[in-house]
């Protein structure tokens, strides 16, 4: 692509992943009403759509107040981190085979990298706020990213093993002949959970915890800043979402009927879909269950499809 | 000790109590009535009874009564089993056949012992449909309210009335299930102690009226530990208040001062706070004589302007506490300071102490005097000027009962027995005095004398004790009774104003120490901190002479109505030696008219202070709320004067507790003053300790009227309480800082043995304040000269002062009830000195320019006139005086009024 | 471990039933759901069936409230009954949870089905006695207090409350 082109594209994917996870917060109430036998939002517009952009308007006016006893610099720049980590996050993601901002060779490992930068917001959110709920959400998020960071990497291992290459472009092409969600089944449980807990949703929202911790570590945000988190939170969804299509999914590819974006997007919106019922049917775990489950569930069983996977594509070389 | 089992678990237990007290000291809930820890058992409600066993064999067993038990080694009794239980069930049920269903309506509610004891013996369903009685209430004066419909016959009031208090006027009328506790007819009670029925009473029979009038629950009080400031006894009280008005004052246990009783003047002469005008904001008086109001600027601006490089002179205050006194005394020097008290008050308490400092007998507090076993009394009307030292002597004739019925190994709680058994045999209390008192009835002899003739007799006493031979049957018998005693108690104090007098006492004391007998001296003081100001002025004391002749440009006046010590011309000539007058009170006194400045002090329910009462024990008393407006504690304002005379050594102080270690310097007296109570920094498991109970209600909307918002708490900088309900209220937080009783189930004040380690003994923080004179040295006073012996003079009589529990002092009669009760002043003359004037009773008589009305009384002795002491109308006259009586012309005898009205009009 | 994960997809399924079944939402403003009479909304004071103020100032709904939004002062009155200075009910406190009514001993404080009672101005929210006294007797129409309390008021005298006797004539000596 010409760089005119990648300029415009990069735009339209900046302002089409903000835009959807705006419209994801309306969605995503909707969906929960429906499940939950009652409306959601449903004044404002068609079917309530409009709902948010009278929340955008409500943050915006808001006061934009920073607490007297918080670490003023920390505080603002906590919010932004892990909107950028994200947005940046969405350069590597392969939605149809020439359709990418950046196709680098280890695009697997920006990924990851990204999305480990989004624990510095909360954590950083946590400690500015010098508030004891806040303190207590950035410690729990810090413990419980790092830890899921862990799995979630080694779970693609198998992934990147059988594709033999950290390229997406190179991982999606791998999946024609059959998903890798049929093969790597094991991995894609493992990624599916750390996705959740990466992006702190319900019911892994553990640093957050309304009923423990107030809100934990935005409990002194409002206005934009807690608007940035909250984008933050529903971008990484849409990120989680994307890589498991393009990681397990097939990503765009498809019968031809369809144009390999729609497959995409079809894939990635069914994902979130799941994200949702999750939201609505699972309640959150305690936080000691939430770490043994990594260490002593996760883990190992991320080791055994890791060393099956290893010796499987040994012998399939052999 | 014996070893009791209870519910099948072994204690080991005092010997010689009775097996309710004991289980109330191990801590277990057992409902009764007619108990009370002061006045003994006599098993008359049925309410406290358990099952006792024989022996381990026994499976039926029998119900007793637990208070009419003796403890014995090996008893077996079981409290909770269902026997016991259903039994106490159904007696609760039958007491409230009657019971008329006004919970709501009654004052006694939230803090009803009928209530608690209801709930704890788990009866609920009314099972009588029949009709219940009632009765009519009657008019008990303006401080008790009457509600007969309650009474559950307990007879706790008629016993603490009659027996304990010696009153005459309330008893059990009427026959069988219509018994009547009220007077023979509507009347006012007369006892001073009647207000303690309201505590004594187990339901809602006898309650406060100035409260019924103006109700607040129990636990919507805010109450802090305070000190009555009513006389010099030092009573422990517990106001309580709530929206900025004092409600009512409680009594706080102190096993060592008053233990569970107060006088009415300390219970209902708190009121003024609420009822006198009072002074709410800084004001200068213009040219035109009228004050104008001072924000807080311009009040700074004008103190400065008022004092700075000036030079000072400061007038006390025995009514102020020691702090603010101390803190006066050091800003002006104590060579200006003057105690507040004239020089004649000044010179008798500097003698009352040298006397307790130097004399060989113990200078005892309630409790001692509770245990003496002979009295004299020298020219006091205690019941009138220390009320609750005469209920402690009225205790201390009943030890003869007590030796008696120890010779049968009766227990000193069978009530009922033992007042059988001693009738009228009482310990000997001999009472020397200018006319009758109300201890008469208990006395084994009284005197009526005059002053001087008082002090010849008290010398002739301690010569007879000493063997000099006397022909006087009166000193023979005085003499004869306190040799007999082993703990003989002399009282006197300044009442008669004669230096002799205390001079007898003292060596009537001293004597019978020598004599080998534990002998105890007391003396009262006129005021809350009397005795404080005479140790605080011990060295250097200025009259009100001296500051006139001082020099001094500024006067500044701390809580002293002068007006009240001193004739109009006194003050007057004061005025214009000294040309600025600063006053600081928190009433509208006549001296604060003289003054160009007027700064608005905190009243007694806003303030720390501490109090020495006559014993020399320092108390301390805790504000019970924030001074509302512009009112301060005295001692700050006193800190505003310091920094605006700019005097270095008194503006680094910040805490009330840093005022006595700071300036008291060496004196080991003073600062024993700080051992009365735990400083500002004490923590209880961490937590300051709350004022409020856990139950205070409407915090949410008591101020909502003035804004929603909710306003941040009031920060009690000063002590360890909290204006807060949060905080640690453990049962055993020091008992200077116990500021409400409550303990789960038991809400009324019935709880107090949840504090107690022992019934009756001290609380488990300990008994509060510290005793001072212990440590005191003071050189004897050289002895004052005899008097001469008194002859009557024609056309003249000697005045005699007679004080009055409601009405002598300067606070009681600012609340409504108390004046009320005080009345007018009266002149009391002998009969046949009233006939030789030609005056009936009611008349009226002129003396020294006022006009009293008459009262004819046998007591007088002739040729002496006694006049109603501290009333407006009397405070030109002094004992002593030799005045002509005349006919007041013109007098119309006041309107009567009738006691129905007064209830029908309130 | 297989079990609590096929009880999760269990969770899951069941939910994802509820996309086909009707919501349980009555729209208001526009539907107005049936509120019973004992519904908790609105506090009020009710008076007695002779119409005078029923609440006697004893304290007790304050005590229960959880929020301590309720403050009152007794005062009483010239013929002897108890009655509220002043009765305050903040609203911006209060959770309707229906204690001070349960509370009450003489049926006066009541929770209506009104809830509808929002403003802009929280100082609104406090309502005084004179926004709280209503004219009638609420869900409780026969009770009266003093009828069966033993107090004496004027215009009835002690004996003349339910079940009681007249008043005992202390003189007399006859069983």
């Known amino acids: 692509m010409s760089e005119t082109s990648t300029l415009v594209f990069g735009l339209i994917l900046l302002l089409g992943a903000v835009g959807v996870a705006a419209g994801l917060t309306w969605f995503e109430r909707r969906l929960l009403g429906i499940w939950q036998d009652r409306y959601g939002p449903n004044r404002l517009g068609p079917l309530g759509a409009l709902q948010v952009l009278a929340d955008m308007l409500k943050l915006l006016t808001k006061d934009d107040w920073v607490p007297p006893f918080a670490d003023r610099v920390v505080f603002v720049f906590a919010p932004t981190a892990i909107v950028i980590a994200m947005l940046l996050g969405f350069a590597v993601v392969p939605f149809s085979p020439d359709m990418h901002l950046l196709d680098m060779n280890i695009g697997l490992l920006f990924f990851l990298g990204m999305t480990s930068l989004a624990v510095y917001s909360v954590l950083l959110g946590g400690l500015a706020s010098n508030n004891k709920y806040a303190l207590l959400g950035g410690l729990r998020s810090a413990a419980q990213m790092i830890s899921y960071e862990v799995f979630m990497g080694l779970s693609l291992m198998g992934v990147v093993m059988l594709a033999g290459s950290f390229s997406l472009q190179d991982i999606v092409r791998a999946q024609e002949g059959m998903w890798f969600c049929v093969h790597q089944f094991l991995g894609l449980y493992v990624f599916l959970i750390a996705g959740i807990a990466e992006s702190h949703r319900l019911p892994f929202d553990l640093p957050e915890a309304e009923h423990e911790l107030t809100a934990g570590f935005h409990t002194e945000y409002g206005g934009m800043k807690f608007a940035m988190f909250m984008l933050g939170e529903y971008l990484g969804l849409i990120l989680i979402s994307c890589m498991m299509t393009a990681l397990f999914f097939g990503g765009w590819l498809g019968p031809d009927f369809l144009p390999p974006l729609a497959w995409f997007l079809l894939k990635t919106g069914i994902i979130i879909l799941f994200f949702i019922l999750l939201r609505a049917a699972i309640p959150r775990p305690r936080y000691d269950q939430l770490m043994s489950l990594g260490w002593k569930v996760m883990l190992p069983l991320t080791l055994v499809n890791l060393a099956a996977t290893g010796a499987v594509a040994l012998w399939m070389e052999g | 000790m014996p070893v009791i089992r209870v519910d099948g678990q072994d204690y080991e237990v005092e010997a010689g109590g009775n097996l309710l007290e004991t289980c109330l000291e191990l801590g277990m809930d057992l409902p009764y009535f007619c108990w009370h820890p002061a006045m003994g058992s006599i098993g008359a409600c049925r309410q406290c009874a358990v099952v006792q066993y024989q022996n381990e064999e026994d499976t039926r067993g029998r119900i007793v009564m637990a208070c009419m038990t003796p403890v014995t080694e090996g008893a077996i009794i079981d409290l909770t089993g269902d026997r016991a239980a259903a039994f106490r069930r159904t007696v609760v049920e039958s007491l409230m056949v009657d019971h008329p269903h006004d919970c709501p309506v009654c004052a006694e509610g939230g803090e009803c012992h009928l209530q608690d004891m209801t709930v704890m013996t788990g009866h609920r369903d009314r099972h009588y449909r029949g009709t219940k009685k009632t009765y009519r209430n009657q008019y008990l004066g303006p401080l008790i309210h009457h509600e007969m419909n309650r009474c559950i016959t307990c007879y706790r009031c008629t016993r603490f009335y009659r027996d304990y208090a010696g009153g005459t006027d309330l008893a059990a009328l009427a026959a069988h299930d219509h018994v009547y506790f009220g007077r023979h007819r509507e009347g006012t009670l007369e006892s001073p102690f009647a207000g303690d029925l309201v505590e004594v009473c187990p339901t809602g029979v006898f309650t406060d009226k100035s409260l019924v009038h103006d109700y607040t629950r129990k636990w919507d009080l805010q109450s802090a530990p305070s000190v009555c400031t009513g006389c010099g006894v030092g009573c422990n009280t517990l106001p309580g208040e709530r929206y900025g008005r004092l409600k009512r004052i409680h009594n706080r246990y102190n096993d060592e001062v008053n233990g569970y009783f107060l006088c009415d003047r300390g219970r209902f002469g708190g009121n003024h706070v609420n009822d006198a005008p009072r002074i709410d904001y800084p004001a200068r008086r213009e040219a035109d004589g009228r004050f104008r109001a001072l924000d807080q600027a311009a009040c700074q601006a004008q103190l400065a302007d008022c004092i700075a490089g000036k030079r ?80 402690a002597l009225r205790q201390s004739v009943r030890n003869e009962a007590y030796r008696l019925a120890a010779e049968l190994k009766l227990a000193p709680w069978q009530d009922a027995a033992i007042r059988n058994l001693a009738q009228d045999r009482r310990s000997p209390l001999h009472i020397v005095s200018a006319g009758s008192t109300d201890l008469d009835d208990v006395a084994a002899g009284h005197y009526r004398l005059v002053a001087d003739d008082q002090a010849r007799l008290a010398a002739q006493i301690a010569a007879a004790i000493d063997g000099e031979p006397s022909g006087d049957a009166a000193v ?26 205390l001079d007898g006492a003292a060596a009537i004391a001293n004597a019978l120490a020598r004599a080998g007998r534990e002998a105890m001296l007391s003396f009262t003081t006129p005021e809350c901190n009397s005795l404080g100001q005479a140790l605080l002025c011990r060295d250097s004391h200025a009259s009100f002479e001296s500051l006139e002749a001082s020099g001094a440009e500024v006067l500044i006046i701390l809580e002293n109505d002068l007006l009240r010590r001193l004739s109009p011309e006194r003050v007057e000539a004061l005025r214009e030696r000294i040309p600025i007058w600063i006053g600081i009170d928190s009433l509208e006194t006549g001296t604060l008219a003289y003054c160009d400045l007027v700064l608005p002090a905190a009243a007694f329910t806003e303030t720390e202070a501490s109090f020495v009462s006559q014993e020399g024990r320092a108390q301390r008393a805790f504000p019970v709320h924030p001074p509302a407006e512009a009112r301060r504690p005295g001692w700050q304002w006193l800190l505003a004067l310091a920094r605006a005379a700019g005097n270095t050594a008194l503006v680094a102080l910040e805490h009330f507790d840093d005022i006595v270690p700071t300036l008291a310097g060496e004196d080991p007296v003073l600062q024993g003053v700080m051992r009365a109570a735990p400083d500002h920094q004490f923590r209880s498991r961490g937590l300051k300790i709350p004022r409020q109970p856990h139950r205070y209600s409407g915090r949410t909307a008591m101020a909502a009227d003035v804004s929603v918002h909710e306003p941040r708490l009031s920060e009690d900088r000063d002590s360890a309480l909290a204006y807060s309900m949060e905080g640690s209220a453990a049962a055993d937080r020091p008992a200077a800082l116990l500021s409400y009783v409550w303990s789960p189930g038991w809400n009324s004040n019935q709880s107090l043995h949840k504090f107690q ?150 | 471990m297989l079990g609590s994960l096929l009880s999760q997809l269990r969770t899951l399924g069941t939910v994802l039933r509820h996309t086909f079944t009707r919501a349980e939402t009555v729209e208001y403003p526009e539907q107005k759901p049936y509120l019973a009479p004992r519904y908790r909304g609105r506090i009020v004071l009710t008076r007695d069936p002779d119409g005078d103020e029923r ?37 911006s406190r209060c959770i309707m949870c229906g204690m001070c009514e349960e509370a009450c001993p003489t049926a006066a404080i009541q929770l209506t089905p009104d809830f509808e009672m929002c403003e802009y101005d929280r100082q609104s929210m406090v309502y005084e006695k004179e926004h709280l006294l209503i004219d009638g007797t609420g869900k409780y129409h026969d009770y009266n207090f003093y009828r069966v309390s033993g107090l004496q008021i004027f215009g009835k005298d002690k004996g003349e409350a339910l079940d009681e006797e007249p008043p005992v004539d202390v003189k007399s000596l006859l069983p």
């Open chain 3, 55 to 91: 609440c006697v100032a004893c304290n007790l709904c304050a005590v229960a409230c959880p929020v301590d939004c309720i403050a009152l002062q007794q005062g009483v009155r010239e013929d002897g009954r108890w009655y509220p200075e002043f009765f305050r009910i903040n609203f």
């Open chain 2, 476 to 501: 023979l018998r005085i003499r004869d009774d306190l040799l007999a005693a082993q703990r003989p108690l002399v009282i006197s104090g300044a009442s008669a104003g004669s230096a002799a007098l």
């Open chain 2, 757 to 906: 380690a022992d019934i009756g003994g001290a609380l488990r923080g300990d008994s509060g304040g510290a005793r001072l004179l212990d440590e005191l040295t003071m050189p004897a006073v050289a002895e004052a000269p005899r008097p001469e012996a008194f002859r009557r003079r024609d056309g003249q009589w000697l005045l005699q002062g007679r004080h009055h529990l409601f009405g002598s002092d300067e606070l009681s009669r600012l609340s409504a009830g108390p004046a009320e009760r005080a009345g007018r002043a009266h002149l009391y003359l002998h009969p046949n000195d009233a006939q030789s004037l030609g005056l009936a009773e009611g008349d009226g008589v002129t003396l020294e320019g006022c006009a009293l009305e008459l009262r004819i009384d046998a007591s007088q002795v002739p040729g002496s006139a006694g006049y109603a002491v501290g009333y407006p109308e009397t405070l030109a006259l002094r004992s002593g005086q030799w005045v002509p009586l005349s006919v007041a012309s013109d007098w119309q005898r006041p309107p009567q009024v009738i006691g129905s009205d007064r209830e029908a009009a309130s």
């Open chain 2, 312 to 391: 000072l002179a400061g007038i006390g205050s025995p009514r102020a506490g020691l702090e603010a006194n101390l803190l006066l005394q050091r800003l002006v020097g104590a060579e200006r300071f003057n105690s507040g008290m004239d020089d004649g008050e000044h010179k008798l308490l500097q003698r009352s102490l040298s006397h307790l400092v130097n004399s060989a007998a113990r200078n005892p507090s309630h409790r001692d005097i509770e245990s003496a076993d002979a009295v004299l009394v020298l020219g006091e009307d205690l019941t009138q000027v220390a009320a609750r030292t005469a209920l």
